[in-house]
């Protein structure tokens, strides 16, 4: 049995209801799952990259 997953919420950059707690978190992938279907991306070179968060 598994957990239930937990709440996610995804924001455009230009929103501007936290302007003053967001943070860089560095990452060299990001992985995303939607029901059965898994995604993942990263950078053809493999660099880092920043995700935000708030």
């Keep these: ?3 239930p997953p937990l709440a ?3 924001t ?9 707690h967001r943070c860089l978190a560095p990452a060299s992938e990001f992985r995303h799952r939607r029901e059965d279907k ?4 990263s950078l053809a070179d493999g660099d880092w990259f920043y995700l935000v968060g708030i």
Aim: no cysteine; hydrophobic share 15%.
């Design 38 to 41: 898994r995604y993942s991306f």
């Design 8 to 10: 996610q919420s995804y």
């Design 12 to 20: 455009t950059q230009g929103d501007t209801t936290f302007p003053s």
């Design 1 to 3: 049995m598994r957990p």
